[in-house]
């Protein structure tokens, strides 16, 4: 059973990384066909035009909006933490924040994601590390989730978030949460 939750779990990712990616690349065709050649935009202005479209339509950290002073803190944050950061942690960070828009993830479970994607150890870590994820909630989250689907014992779940990859104290965390 924890096998088949765990594909569950990356069957779902890839669906959502694929409308991601799918949204984007609607967007960009859009963006580019509504240009006419000499009101034309650079790839950079369509690719950000594109990214703030997607997180603006998927909300951060689970789906939730949060007020406009609380998401430019978050926004300026971000910048400064991308300035240093090479290309490939930055498109890392960008995918990090948009699988934990859709799905709760564990810090190790994230960096399995990305590297499933194509990202270096270094470069998911960056992405986990870096996408202001608070891992007690993401466990709480999971706990719900795996609850909604079937019925656990206290043991049982705590044993299923460790599997997904939270650390004991997140897995405790996430089943006393729910109040099992």
Not at 95 to 112: E, Q, R, V
Not at 114 to 136: I, P, V
């Amino acid at each position: 059973m924890m096998g088949k939750n765990h594909l569950t779990h990356a069957t779902q990712a890839k669906k959502i990384t694929s409308v991601a990616v799918g949204a984007m690349l609607a967007l960009s065709v859009v963006g580019v066909a509504g240009c006419s050649s000499s009101q034309s935009q650079s790839t950079e202005e369509i690719g950000k035009s594109m990214s703030e479209a997607v997180e603006g339509a998927t909300g951060l950290n689970g789906g939730s909006s949060s007020s406009s002073d609380e998401q430019k803190s978050t926004d300026q944050k971000t910048e400064t933490e991308t300035t240093t950061a090479t290309k490939s942690q930055q498109n890392a960070l960008k995918m990090a924040k948009t699988y934990l828009s859709s799905m709760p993830f564990s810090y190790s479970g994230l960096i399995d994601q990305l590297q499933y994607e194509g990202f270096s150890l270094e470069d998911a870590t960056y992405g986990a590390d870096n996408c202001g994820a608070d891992w007690m909630v993401q466990a709480e989250k999971s706990a719900k989730n795996y609850l909604d689907m079937t019925a656990f014992s206290h043991s049982g779940l705590v044993e299923q978030l460790m599997y997904e990859g939270y650390t004991a104290e997140e897995a405790e965390h996430g089943a006393t949460s729910q109040g099992i």
